[in-house]
């Protein structure tokens, strides 16, 4: 059964920090996650009338359970901004939106084509922008982690991947760039940008869709290996909306994968020596970055029917946010989860999500990111922070607003 609000000790509307997120919160939403964990990791509030899912085992039970749907959720700005329709058209097709049975068939071919074995084809080519870019950036004293290194990685890749052409490289990349900040509700000039960034990326890869049908299929082309499952059982548009989805998801948390990853290892100097004395040791980096500040802070479902967890009856229509961000410190399931540790032995952190919607490109993700976290504390044996960063005003979204380095002293 619900909490009896006349006993619920989260009762007051303060204690509910995603009604009216504050500036503080936003900047560190770790204790306010930990106090509503520790007094009820499933909560219902009645303030933003939904539950709020902080507890790391019941996460988990949730995300595994048929009965949890994916929720499109259709904020106000929909009918207020023309321009936010092609993007909401393309999210009603996005795998991460959809439920059986049509979740199950277009994702198969998008799981085929970000296999753990795709992902290392394209290893060579992201080592080598790596260095690149150290070697461009080599001569600065300071830079910027986040927009001179992370962001060129993540979009020279993807335009690499996509295979975009010499002449709409520049428009793709700046595309790409704005195609995620609708997903900063918090400051609204963020939102006009997105759609129509979308907008533009939409008719790019219809063009690219179109040059590639013609021509033989490369498999190291994702437009021509995603058009070969095209009329069975997936349509052309399906396809092109879901690589808009892969531009949208592979930028905006890859970039702060990256630059999270690298202020969590400078802020936490025994954790950057561990690194620098065992190197091998980066795919546990990414493994604590993850868990301690994953991108993706919270994921949204509905209820199917209803059910009951731990005492608590889940109604059908009801809206649930469940924090991975909470979860994935929650001291029952790991150890000092306050603290970064990259030997932590326990690795089931929730940052990809778990159950049917796990993140199909994980590995092209962490194979990214590994080979720029490596890279960059490799190149620089004297690399620190120049001044404290911000995060970006989102409560979904845990991404640095810059991440400014230096490389000397």
Partial sequence: MRQDPLKDPLKDPLKDPLADPSDEFVQNPFAAYAAIRQKAPIWFSKVSNQWIITGYSEASAILRNPLILSSLLSPAYENEIP??????????????????????????????????????????????????????????????????????????????????????????????????SHFSPLRPGFVRPSFVASEKLLALIDKMMIARETTAVDASNLVSLMLTHVGSGVSKTEIRDNMLLTIFASYETVIHLISNGIYALLTNPSQLLLLRQEPKRISDVLDEALRFAGPVQMLVRKVKADFSLEDNLFKAGDRLTIVLAAANRDPREFENPEEFQIDRPNKKHLAFGHGPHYCVGNHLAKLQAQSAIAGIVKKFPDLHLSSMPEYHPSIGIRGLLALPLSTGS
């Fill in 83 to 180: 321009e936010a329709r092609p993007l909401r058209q393309a999210q009603l097709n996005w795998i991460s939106m959809l439920n059986e049975p049509d979740h199950s068939r277009i994702r198969k071919p998008f799981f085929d084509a970000y296999s753990a074995a795709s992902a290392q084809a394209l290893k060579s080519y992201i080592d080598t922008e790596v260095e690149e870019l150290l070697e461009q950036i080599s001569d600065r004293v300071s830079f910027d982690g986040l927009y001179n290194y992370a962001a060129p990685l993540t979009t020279a890749l993807l335009a690499h991947w996509f295979g975009v052409s010499a002449e709409d490289e520049v428009e793709f990349r700046r595309a790409a760039h704005f195609t995620a």
